[in-house]
């Protein structure tokens, strides 16, 4: 890579990615794009070029590229689980549309593509714990159903084209920056609840389990797929990753132990819960260990350092971090 735009640059995790590209490349090499100016703030990053484009507009979307010139193009702009479920044409037209869009772009100009997908894509007759690599995928919500549909249509214009075409299986995230709509959102804003102090009503189960990341991994297993060698990817589209598995209760405790106390009460929404429960457990990453060499540097530990840093260490894992084992 040497030159990148990112579509939805504004969102969770393109805000993160950005920044991670610019402090590689350089500010001038990354273009941020989206439907709303990025953020600029006082990161490292957040100056570079940016653009508001729209990624359903292909003759925006081939204009911003025309000035850019990328060789890869991070596709991220989406509707998420439980925003595409409240409005699911709007869902399936973005998550679509803009996705052919960036794999015609590529066919037009030689550019990889970054895809991500999603744990969504696993649906109840999915095996739960864990979820391998290839498996039958029959999801229950528009965005899972994108998500399938876009790592096949990956798959095609890889094998039909020759577009280096590549993505990962995005467990829960958790970062700084404001989540998307996501059925995993419970797990960012608990933690924005105990920076302020104050309590947090969950929208899971308390038992609820689920895999999760934090960002700074997602980033980088975005960014090491992308450089890695082609002739050992047997997947390209889509590769599970994880870090960890959390519950709603466990990630209270861990935070109680670490703050001194943390109250968590619960208001179950049955739409998110019931598509929380139709997603894996647990998913197996052993695959993307094997083929490019993930390992993530975040454990549970480690995220709480990261998220609560006046409580713990500089920023970043800890020294006896032990990542989560292949399983």
């Not at 864990?130 to 095609?156: H, I, N, S, W």
């Not at 960890?244 to 208001?267: H, K, N, S, V």
């Not at 990261?306 to 292949?326: K, Q, V």
């Amino acid at each position: 890579m040497n030159r990148v735009m990112v579509t939805g640059a504004s969102g969770q995790v393109g805000v993160e990615l950005v920044r991670a590209l610019r402090r590689t490349l350089g500010d001038a090499s990354v273009l941020a794009t989206d439907l709303r100016s990025p953020p600029k703030g006082n990161h490292p990053g957040d100056e570079g070029p940016s653009a508001i484009v729209d990624c359903t507009d292909r003759a925006a979307l081939d204009a911003a590229a025309a000035r850019h010139r990328p060789d890869t193009v991070f596709h991220l702009a989406a509707i998420l689980s439980a925003v595409g479920e409240a409005d699911p044409e709007r869902a399936y037209r973005v998550n679509m549309g803009g996705l052919v869009n960036v794999l015609e772009l590529a066919r037009e100009t030689g550019a990889g593509v970054f895809v991500p997908s999603s744990i969504a894509v696993f649906g109840p007759g999915s095996p739960r714990d864990p979820a391998p690599q290839e498996c039958t995928q029959r999801p229950t919500t528009m965005y899972g159903v994108t998500k399938v549909a876009g790592e096949l249509l990956c798959d095609y214009y890889h094998r039909r084209f020759g577009v280096d075409a590549r993505g990962l299986r995005y467990p829960g995230l958790i970062s700084d920056a404001p989540p998307g709509g996501g059925t995993t959102d419970w797990a960012v804003e608990i933690f924005e609840a105990a920076s302020e102090g104050r309590g947090y009503t969950c929208f899971l189960g308390p038992d609820t389990q689920l895999d999760m990341m934090y960002m700074e991994d997602a980033t980088r297993a975005a960014m090491e797929l992308m450089e890695a060698d082609p002739a050992h990817l047997r997947h390209r589209n889509a590769y599970n990753v994880t870090s960890m598995q959390l519950t709603p209760a466990r990630l209270a405790d861990a935070l109680a132990d670490r703050l001194g106390a943390f109250e968590i009460d619960y208001e179950v929404d049955p739409v998110r819960q019931a598509i929380a429960d139709s997603w894996p457990r647990r998913i197996d990453d052993s695959a993307a260990r094997s083929d490019w060499g993930w390992k993530p540097r975040f454990d549970l530990h480690a995220l709480l350092d990261a998220m609560l840093p006046s409580d713990g260490p500089a920023r970043g894992p800890s020294p006896e971090t032990t990542p989560t084992p292949s399983r």
